[in-house]
């Protein structure tokens, strides 16, 4: 199966409160060391549903290959 063309990318300032963790239907999200929730770039599908959800506003959905 393809890659979906765009994915999730969290910002330095989450505080990984999991709101993310629970609601991504491919479980693409992970806490890293208890202090900022990372996405598997391979997993996400661009969804925006963790965007939608995050209380802070820092994970923002981008198009693969715009990473710079």
């Not at 629970?22 to 202090?35: D, E, L, Y």
């Amino acid at each position: 199966m393809a890659k979906s063309k765009r994915y999730a990318r969290i910002g330095r300032e989450c505080v990984a409160c999991g709101s993310c963790l629970k609601v991504c239907p491919k479980g693409a999200v992970r806490i890293v060391s208890g202090v900022i929730a990372r996405v598997d770039q391979e997993i996400c599908i661009g969804c925006g549903k963790c965007a939608r959800t995050c209380p802070a506003d820092v994970i923002t959905i981008v198009e693969r290959g715009a990473e710079k």
